[in-house]
């Protein structure tokens, strides 16, 4: 009657072990098919559905999707930390991109049209430097920084993967990302829309 008991001691501590220890992968260990995973996603890009079902950050802090960091095309450190409590825009553009070219007198219009609402930030990509600070030149958007983000980290954070695209960052932190080209008016509306959030 020991023996059995002893037994079932050991039974049930293997158990309770084995239940602890269920359910956990090794860095680099797949789970099998058909269960979840417990560890975080292999990729999480918050811009997929930006600012929906998200709850505004508490404030002070910083929302995710805010921390990147670039290089101006003058070759000054940017941080989108300090974009937090601002309404703001990005606007993703490439030099050569013939839509960004035409685009480019409404967007530098709104932005002077909304100094001091609205911060605007230009993220350039896909080309050299010295295009993207030619585009900059012979399209007069100088009146806002631009960042070089010539490695594109920036774009892949905001999940662009086709320009022109935008960026709209209200100050609570919610962004809505727009893949599209917006008119004069479509802009306008989105900008009064920021400022009175």
Not at 32 to 50: R, Y
Request: hydrophobic share 40%.
């Amino acid at each position: 009657m020991g023996r059995a008991r002893s037994l079932c001691l050991v039974f049930a501590t293997l158990v309770v072990l084995a239940g602890c220890a269920g359910g956990q992968s090794s860095p680099g260990q797949q789970s099998s098919p058909g269960q979840p995973d417990s560890g975080p996603p292999a990729s999480t890009t918050a811009a997929a559905s930006p600012g929906v079902g998200q709850a505004a950050p508490a404030p002070g802090a910083v929302p995710e999707q805010l921390r990147f960091a670039g290089r101006t095309l003058d070759g000054k450190d940017f941080s989108g930390e300090s974009l937090a409590g601002k309404a703001a825009v990005l606007w993703f553009w490439a030099p050569w991109c013939p839509t960004c070219q035409r685009e480019a007198p409404t967007v530098a219009s709104a932005a002077q049209a909304n100094a001091g609402k609205v911060e605007f930030v230009g993220v350039a990509a896909q080309d050299d430097l010295a295009a993207m600070q030619s585009f900059v030149t012979k399209y007069q958007v100088g009146s806002f920084q631009h960042l070089a983000d010539l490695d594109a980290s920036i774009w892949r954070h905001f999940d662009v993967t086709y320009q022109p695209a935008y960026a709209f960052i209200s100050p609570d932190g919610s962004v809505e990302v727009v893949k599209d080209q917006l008119t004069e008016a479509e802009l306008a509306d989105r900008l009064r829309q920021l400022t009175a959030s």
